[in-house]
């Protein structure tokens, strides 16, 4: 009867661990699937992709975004930023490369002129913040 009772115990709780392990999964997919959408939506605008190019770059994105997500996940320790960074630089390298086959010259002239309009934009923002905390420090009394 014991043996019985242990038994359902340990049928419950791996069943349990299953059940969580997919829904993570479910989950990692989802959030990828919504991040590509919407990257790829903004892309469609942007560079006025036709309905082949989206479904094309669509793929693209999604496939680059599981990938960060999932080196993200593996190296979530602060030791093996380097590696993270350094996956995701690669991971990204690959995205354009795929990304110029789909896309038009113009096109990728476009994206690439867009990219770098937001890296310009972020790295301000950095430096904006950094002003901001010096001004807003405190001032130690000697």
Do not use: C, W
């Amino acid at each position: 009867m014991l043996k019985m009772i242990i038994s359902a115990v340990k049928t419950m709780a791996a069943a349990i661990v299953l059940l969580i392990a997919v829904t993570n999964t479910v989950s990692a997919q989802d959030r990828a699937e919504t991040g590509a959408k919407r990257l790829s939506d903004r892309m469609k605008t942007e560079l006025t992709l036709n309905d082949d190019q989206y479904a094309k770059v669509h793929e693209i994105n999604k496939e680059f975004i599981s990938k960060t997500m999932e080196t993200k996940k593996a190296n979530a320790d602060q030791s093996a930023r380097a590696e993270r960074v350094k996956a995701v630089k690669a991971f990204n390298e690959e995205r354009e490369a795929k990304l110029k086959a789909v896309l038009t010259e113009e096109q990728f002239k476009t994206y690439l002129d867009n990219k770098a309009q937001k890296t310009q934009r972020f790295q301000q923002s950095r430096i904006d913040r950094k002003e901001m905390k010096v001004q807003t420090a405190p001032v130690k009394k000697s």
